[in-house]
């Protein structure tokens, strides 16, 4: 089938290109994230194949329908950029990765930790200036403090081993208690309570209407004195603004790792470093000495990108000869 690939970098188009090889779809692919303007590139492809923070709102998916396309594929596990009674009402299915890179994002979340604790980033910058001074760079043990993983799904469950392993105390919230987490020592509790007794806390949650700004002015103020935050999910997850007064005043939230924004779109992807940023909230995230920002880059792995392209290009298949595993189909 011809797929319009949207908002596919270097990556993208190398391991689709070598999966490829055993499904031979006709891949036209487009450096641009879809929405309603970009749309009419999709012209003559029955199926669109697009990520994170492409734009299938009504509109767009209207412009799609009128060209003829059927099938979205999403290159991701995500879908909260899908407008789902939309697509059914234009009789469009959607598919997706449900599960491609879960032990990429939980040791990324790891690697946000780490970096905040010891302060690699900015001792990194220190050796560098030849500066090997090191007031201000003091840490804390890992094992022995409590870690609050709130979504226990496959991503969950990877972290939850990995701090294990590190000695952690596990506590999390979920509406489904995870059996594999539960023999893992974990202990289920509500969200005040997780907040409250967490050294760090990791959001690993889908993005919903109950979800949004799970992380708010009056959740932060809940969190453990000197805690930590780090959120490798969905970027309005957070309210950054809460957060950021929470780091300013430094009575709760002490360190933040982030590797999605809840304004990411126009930034995502591509090199700003030569523009101004005028998101003036995100740039006043960058100014925190006690911060990590890292550019959606979690499930950026070999093997994830691997399976994203394998999933994704099987998934066009199995619609062609109408066997789709109901696992990857999105429904309302």
């Known amino acids: 089938m011809k797929i319009a690939v949207f908002s596919a970098q270097g990556y993208d188009v190398h391991f689709l290109n070598i999966e490829n090889q055993q ?56 879908y909260n950029n899908v407008d789902l009674p939309g697509a059914q009402k234009l009789q469009m299915t959607v598919v997706r990765v449900p599960s491609y890179a879960p032990d990429a994002i939980a040791e990324h979340a790891v690697a946000l930790m780490l970096t905040l604790n010891r302060s690699i980033n900015r001792a990194y910058n220190r ?26 799904g496959k991503i969950g469950t990877a972290l939850a081993r990995i701090m294990k392993g590190f000695g952690c105390k596990l ?29 760090i806390v990791s959001l690993h949650c889908p993005l919903t209407s109950e979800t949004t700004h799970l992380i708010n002015h009056h959740t932060v103020n809940l969190m453990k004195r000197g805690s930590m935050l780090i959120n490798t999910a969905r970027g309005a997850l957070i309210d950054t603004r809460a957060v950021i007064d929470a780091l300013k005043t430094r009575d709760h939230l002490w360190y933040l790792g982030i590797d999605v924004y809840e304004g990411e779109g126009p930034l995502l992807f591509t090199d700003l470093s030569s523009t101004i940023i005028q998101d003036d909230v995100f740039e006043r995230l960058t100014t925190f000495p006690n911060a990590v920002i890292t550019g959606h880059q979690a499930f950026l792995t070999r ?4 399976q994203i392209a394998h999933v994704t290009l099987s998934n066009v298949s199995n619609f062609e000869t109408g066997r789709l595993n109901d696992e990857n189909v999105v429904r309302s």
């Open 23 to 78: 499904f031979i779809h006709d891949l036209v692919y487009f450096r641009d994230a879809l929405n309603q303007t970009t749309a009419v590139r999709a012209a003559g492809c029955p199926v669109v194949c697009a990520f994170v923070d492409d734009i299938l709102d009504g509109p767009t998916l209207s412009k799609l329908a009128a060209q003829g396309m059927r099938l979205i594929a999403l290159r991701s596990a995500g």
């Open 127 to 152: 050796a560098r200036d030849g500066n090997f001074d090191l007031n201000g760079l003091v840490g804390f043990n890992m094992t022995g403090k409590t870690v609050g993983i709130v979504g226990t």
């Open 171 to 199: 506590l999390g919230y979920d509406t489904y208690r995870n059996p594999t987490c539960i023999q893992l020592d974990m202990n289920y509790t509500d969200l005040p309570f997780l907040l409250t007794q967490s050294d």
């Open 303 to 306: 093997e994830a990108l691997q």
